[in-house]
Structure formats: C-alpha cells, structure tokens
C-alpha cells in the first residue's frame, strides 16, 4: 500500500444555478511512497490545483478516495478536519501567507500555538530549523523587513515545524528571482534527502526537474510520468520540456 494513494478521483463544478457542468478531474489515480518527491505538472486549467487542494482537504472530490497511511483523508467530520491539517500536512504557497504582524519566529511557531504544543518544545524545535534553514538571524524581524528568499523559508520552518507526513507546495518558486529560486531548490532537495516526503504543483520545469518523479496533468487526466533515476537535473530538464511540448501540440509522448 502507498503512504499516498488517489483513487479514481473526480471532480464536477457546477456553476452557479446548476446551467453548466465543468469536470476538472476525471479518474485520477497515482501513489507516492514515503519520502518521495513528486511534481505535479500540467498547463492553466489542466486540474493540477484542483487536485491539490483535495490532497489538502481544501475541496472534496466529487466521487473517489483518498487514503493517507491507509486512512481515508475524505470522511474526516467537518470539526476534526482543521487538526487534521495542521498535525499531518505542511504547506508551502507562492505567495508565503506570512502575517506581517507577526515576527518570523511567531508566524513559524503559530501551527504550535494552535495546537497547544509547551513552549519549551517550541524552542526545542524552533532553534534547530532557523538554522538549517538559515533565518535564525531573522526570528525578531517582521515580514516585511527581509526578502522573498528569506520569507519563503520562513514558509518552508512553518510547514516543517509540525513534522508533517506530507508537505504539500504550490507553486513555492514562483514569486521568487532566480538566485532565491535555486537556494529554494536545493533547500527543497535536501530536505527530502532527510526522508521528508513532498508533493509540489509548478508550471517550472526547473523546479520539476528536482524531484524525483513528475505526473503530468491534461485535462483533468495524468498523461503521462517521469521517473528521474540517474538523470541530472539538465538531463531531467530536457525531458521535462520535450513532454509539455508534447501535452501542448497533441503529440506522442515516448519513453
């Protein structure tokens, strides 16, 4: 059994006044076993964020299952669900969804906060992630006072603070620059390496080419998949890009 598994998953909207139907799923399914590290590809519309925001009981699929652990994350009742996501999932958005309000260190530990966690424990968790994820100069300062960079892994310690089985990242790279961008990919890498399992949404090939699978979205479908192996990141990049250009002209992916 994976640690992930999607099964035959699908989801219809209905626009308002019930005039029109829109499938943005159909049939979806895939696993991911512990410490993987998938991308989720697929072009503006495909369904990509449709299907992240059901893995993040955001949204309820129309008909299929969801198991995390063998645990079906779907029948959840309504006033289990908020600490369900804030003991189990880690996010990481494009836009941080930092408070600037709150310092670095409070919005890092606010999921704690929230669930009651001691706050020596806090510390005890706090003080070594800072660091390894190099903000611990940061902690007294505000959002607003430090750089994209460094208020993505602000995003990054609040999500892994709670030891989350799954981080769930939505387009993590795209309000960043480049030199932000590649410190993100190899922080993202490295703490995969530790046994940390991910699952990203991105339009980057860049970004994709770090993980170590790719699911390709087409309309509402997975197309098509990618294993990276032995493959480095250049070599993992050209197949990336020669498999979205396929998605896009209608063609045949091989290999």
Request: proline share 3%; with cysteine; net charge neutral.
């Amino acid at each position: 059994m994976h640690f992930l598994e999607v099964r035959n998953v699908k989801k219809v909207y209905t626009t308002r006044f019930g005039a029109n139907q829109v499938q943005a799923l159909t049939n979806v399914s895939f696993g991911v076993e512990k410490g993987e590290y998938v991308a989720i590809m697929g072009e503006s519309g495909s369904g990509k964020t449709t299907l992240l925001n059901i893995l993040a009981t955001l949204d309820r699929p129309t008909e299929g299952e969801v198991l995390l652990n063998g645990k079906s994350i779907l029948n959840l009742p309504h006033r289990e669900i908020a600490a369900f996501r804030r003991d189990n999932l880690g996010f990481v958005f494009q836009d941080f969804n930092l408070l600037d309000t709150f310092s670095i260190q409070d919005n890092i530990l606010l999921p704690l906060v929230l669930a009651n966690v001691p706050f020596s424990e806090m510390e005890r968790r706090l003080k070594p992630l800072a660091r390894r994820l190099g903000i611990e100069q940061l902690l007294g300062k505000y959002p607003y006072e430090v750089s994209g960079g460094e208020q993505q892994r602000t995003a990054i310690a609040r999500a892994l603070v709670t030891r989350p089985q799954l981080v769930l990242a939505d387009e993590p790279t795209g309000a960043l620059d480049s030199r932000s961008t590649d410190s993100l990919l190899r922080l993202f890498r490295d703490i995969n390496e530790e046994g940390q399992t991910i699952l990203m949404v991105t339009h980057s090939t860049k970004a994709a080419c770090f993980a170590k699978r790719v699911l390709f979205i087409k309309d509402g479908e997975i197309f098509h998949q990618l294993y990276k192996g032995s493959l480095s990141e250049e070599e993992m990049y050209q197949k990336i890009s020669d498999t979205m250009t396929m998605i896009a002209t209608g063609g045949v992916v091989c290999g």
